[in-house]
């Protein structure tokens, strides 16, 4: 953690024409330092607090995706994070600083990529396609639009097309690279344009398109829902009707009918009644500059520990290291904070166990507790702010997820003991102390559950944030 100084220099009084000129100025011991902060730990000389300056204090963040839920009926009420027993989360719950917050509120569709961009202050025209392409290491030609792809089944309707599966009921990676192929050699450009794919396997897949004469405008990407956001319903109410996207609702609707000829989906549809039969663009944008993450980690130098390939690339155009989280998830963490000063580990509950009933969900959450956080607390070493915040909620009984107010819970470790985060010097930290606990709660916290949306106010992004990098 970083320590200032400020001395107090009783210079020369100077003539001046304010009535202040009857006290002395007051000046910090470095030029840099311009505002005094206060720091209730010791005065020290100017060289003590240039070599103090350097040192960051390290940064573990832990955004624990799904973790968050609805009631269930048959747990009374309650949900299934509250009836798991996490004795390591609801103490860094207690002995910190805990809250809940709601970081993807809003019309935008609750995603990683969402996030991503709230939290580390990115630009919003940074889509989710140009991530899987720098995740993929693909860069777009100047002036190139990245689009994800999907197969999708959709299933006409009565009076509407309903998307019936977005993953278009299963398809290989063989089968993938193989419709691309196809689309590409029955899908004509028009004049002017220029388009390419790139198979992510599976059902997914990159569209890189291009236009000659006008660039594409923020117009263009705007409409498509994502596929899985959609399931059963009309996609009608879910796809652009600004001119400028018109393009690209063609290019949906032209793949169906180059789809309905191939040879293989036409055999597979007719054995197993449904199969691809379309393709689904969405989470397109123009190649952007991202901001670099250590701009928005206090200058720290940042990793991410994930195996999403969204948050990969995000990673690689922010300038952040990137580790895979492996067996040993404590130690891959460990071995990331001794090498960085901020460090970001992406857990998703479904990683842990592929749940789909209320009782696995409750295994998964209760085995990240004990074989992970546990063991962190163990093994980590040297002092460390701890974040374990989850994003938004995940209801296991829909399957859906839900722009939730959910819970966070922040502590500053030593190796030993976990304690309230101190904040930043000045006024605050001031206050702080007439008032006793230096921000300690007074209340007695529910544990971390989505109780702590009940029990208390939502906190903002920039609050959390502010209380992560202060200090």
Known sequence: MPVWCCSLTRRRRRTCKTRSRKFPALTSCSPLMRSFVWSRTAWLSCDEASKGSSLMQKILMVLARGFADRPVVDFDGQTPLQRARTPALDRLAGSGYSGAWAPLSGDAYPSLDEFLKKFFDSSGALSAGLMLAAAA??????????????????????????????????????ENRELLAYLERHLPPDEGESFRFESLGGCEALLFYKRAGTPLSQESFRGFSPPYAITGNPIGDHMPVAEAARRFVHFVNDSQMVLSTHAGLREK???????????????????????????????????????????????????????????????????????HDFVCLIEDVDDVSPWREPEEKIDAIERFDAEFMSSLLKELSGPCRILVAADCGFCVESQEWAADAVPFAMADFDGENLTPPKRSGGLAALWEMIRGGEGKQKKPTPGFSEELARSGRIYSVDAVKKRLFSG
Not at 155 to 165: E, H, I
Not at 281 to 293: H, M, P, Q, S, Y
Not at 308 to 330: H, R, T
């Open 269 to 339: 549809a007719q054995t197993r009644m449904f199969a691809a039969n379309s393709v689904w663009l969405w989470g397109g944008g123009l190649a952007e500059e991202a901001v670099r993450v250590s701009e928005k980690t206090g200058g720290r130098d940042a990793a991410l520990i994930t195996d999403s390939q969204l948050a990969k690339g995000f990673a690689k155009l922010g300038g952040a290291d990137v580790y895979e989280p492996g067996g040993e998830v404590s130690a891959t963490v460990s071995e990331a904070l001794s090498r």
């Open 137 to 174: 290491d693909i860069s777009p030609d100047e002036g190139e639009a990245v689009f994800r792809l999907n197969f999708v089944c959709l299933k006409p309707g009565a009076t509407s097309v309903v998307m019936l599966d977005p993953t278009g009921f299963g398809v290989t990676d063989e």
